[in-house]
């Protein structure tokens, strides 16, 4: 029968963990063991205020099992992966009109054509992605789909994608959620920066809550946004067509033409608009947080998102020509609208507030489903291991962080300035698209077989495919000189640090790998004699521990103290010798009074003398309170700190508690075995009543 037993740390934060036994084992049994950790109240006043602090902004911790429960229903998903795509709406028709009055109010004709071409397209993406949702049930992400299916190198083109437009899209729907404020209430418009980066941190802390929980924080705003704008364009088209009531035009007058109607400018237009179509891919690439059947889930979400989407750009686009709104740096053109319809009532205040909400949380797209692409990544080895792990409440917590730092310097460099950020915008967007869709009809092709259902895929996918490369070709062609140029050049140099560091651990986990039949050369054993050098400070307890632990290990143990007092050092010695310590004991004299330096020259010295493997014990001193640290010199931490990186020397602390009546060696950061176990050292602390001096660095002959 298995015995339970609780076991409590004992320095502050620590936490109590329950152990389980199997009273059936023999002693000293090699069976492992099985240890399940419990969270528990911290030791020390400190640990628990930063407990309670912690619980209060991100909630208490959740186990592993409940990550079935933290799914979203189709209503919160909609809201929590929708909210990046439905609110493009709020500046997508902008961007069409400032690229078309270049060329005076003869191009606002064009508006609609671009309009419905950009809601085509919205159309053929969307049931490309809904094919990809079936296909790749477990979350199908352009990065999953095209590793799957066109190779790594393609793969990393998408996944580099990707990551910039998440980065990008937080960075513009703040500063877009930030330009509806400073409309409705111009004398916020010197603090944006700042007002923008707060919008930020309170996303990187909603999101640190929990996926379920930041799904409920952020549903109610994208739903007042949908609901306010169900009202507004019904409004529009009544005053505008029916007459219901007098419209208060907004009196922007349009710029004189600066050129002339060319292709170039439609088509720089159009690749403006299709701003519109960021953050489609999330729903497809988030499937894994619906509740089952994720995929029959994701699809319908899929299909309410595009349609919502789609309605809502028809209608502010047709309402913003037939009212002649301009662009104006002072108002945006959907606030323009919201005063032409219902001018200063308090339905416009509404409409602002729950643009400025929509907008901000359109971020929170970004902040679903970059953490989750990003431990894709760390997954395969492409971005460091620290992105795989959630964190207490079951998100993907460093990837959260890192995006909200990375958005963050893009809003103070750029300040938060929409038109400066929108020509870097998209170009990854549609790159992933592409790239997603090529490798679906890749799959349709290879893998399923003939007949009706391949064919129609095939042509979904394919037309999908077709028309957004040809939309990236005309963003990377249009907005080259805009600003899309830092995008180009950025991505080819984030791809060779993916590569180095995938190099990177392949080239470790080659090293650790244990074949699975060694040869009888190969068979792990220890390289030769072990060989120990303690440094000291002076003759104290935590010297005396640090030897006999070294003595416990191996019998060719060396003691090594670093002094500038000649004195100081001919009292050591002294002591040395009444002690009776049978091993030898090496004086350093540093005229420079450097302490580090010399020791680590004669830990070389040694280290080469004696052949493959050093030993270094390093006595260190722990004080029984926290706030005491900064009042000793941590000699310990520094000397570790400079010997991890040296091949052959192996580090060992061996802590002295200060105010604890610890049996035995102590805790050691690194352990060893050796077949000869000599005995303690012959010297021993002569006066036990005495002063407890301290390890290195510290007390009697301190340096």
Known sequence: MPVKKTVRGTHPGDRYIRVVRSTDLRPRSAEPRYVVAEPTEPGSGIGRFYRQLRRLIIGPPLRTAQEAHERLTKAKALAILSSDAISSTAYATEEILLILVLAGAAAYGYVIPIGLAIAALLVIVGFSYRQTIFAYPQGGGSYIVTKDNLGTGPALVAGTSLLIDYTLTVAVSISSGVAAITSAAPGLKPYRVEIAVLAILALVIGNLRGIRESGSLFAVPTYLFIAGMAILIPLGIGAAWFGLFEPHPASHPVPPAQQGITLFLILRAFSSGCTALTGVEAISDGVPVFQPPEAKNAARTLG????????????????????????????????????????????????????????????????????????????????????????????????????????????????????????????????????????????????????????????????????????????????????????????????????????????????????????????????????????????????????????????????????????????????????????????????????????????????????????????????????????????????????????????????????????????????????????????????????????????AGAY
């Open 304 to 699: 309410w998102m595009v349609a919502i989407l789609g309605s809502l750009f028809l209608g502010i686009t047709v309402l913003s020509y037939h009212f002649h709104l301009t662009p104006s740096e002072d108002q945006t053109i959907l606030s323009q609208l919201a005063r032409t319809v219902v001018d200063d009532s308090p339905f416009y205040l509404y409409i602002q507030a729950t643009t400025a909400g929509i907008l901000f949380l359109a971020a929170n797209t970004s902040f679903a489903d970059f953490p989750r692409l990003a431990s894709f990544m760390a997954r395969d080895r492409y971005l460091p291991t620290q992105f795989r792990y959630r964190g207490d409440r079951l998100a993907f917590s460093n990837g959260i962080i890192a995006l909200g730092l990375a958005a963050a310097v893009l809003v103070v460099i750029f300040h938060a300035n929409v038109n400066a950020l929108i020509p870097l915008y998209a170009v990854g967007v549609f790159t992933a698209f592409t790239l997603s869709q090529a490798s679906m009809t890749y799959r349709w092709w290879r893998r399923e077989p003939p007949g009706r259902h391949r064919t129609i895929g095939m042509l979904i996918n394919g037309t999908g495919a077709a028309v957004t490369g040809v939309v990236t070709l005309i963003i990377i062609a249009t907005k080259f000189l805009s600003g899309a140029w830092i995008v180009i050049c950025i991505q080819p140099l984030l791809i060779w640090l993916l590569t180095r560091i995938h190099a990177h651990y392949e080239r470790v986990a080659a090293q650790l790998a244990v074949p699975a039949e060694p040869a009888a050369s190969e068979r792990p054993s220890w390289p030769g004699p072990l060989a120990a050098v303690v440094p000291i400070a002076g003759y104290n307890r935590a010297t005396i521990r640090a030897l006999d632990f070294a003595r416990a290990i191996t019998a060719d143990v060396t003691a090594v103290h670093v002094t500038s007092d000649p004195v100081e050092a001919e009292q050591l010695r002294q002591q040395w010798r009444d002690a009776e310590i049978d091993l030898p004991l090496v004086i350093v004299e540093s005229p420079y009074r450097e302490l580090v330096g010399p020791l680590v020259t004669f830990i070389e010295q040694l280290h080469a003398e004696k052949g493959d493997t050093l030993m270094v014990v390093l006595p260190e001193f722990v004080p029984a309170h926290l706030y005491e640290l900064p009042l000793h010199n941590q000699t310990a931490w520094r000397l570790r700190t400079v010997l991890w990186t040296h091949p052959g020397i192996i580090v060992t602390t061996v802590p002295y508690h200060v105010g604890a009546s610890v049996v035995g060696t102590g805790d050691a950061s690194t352990t060893s075995t050796s077949p000869a176990r000599p005995g303690p050292v012959s010297g021993r602390v002569r006066d036990p009543e005495g002063p407890a001096d301290t390890g290195l660095g510290e007390g």
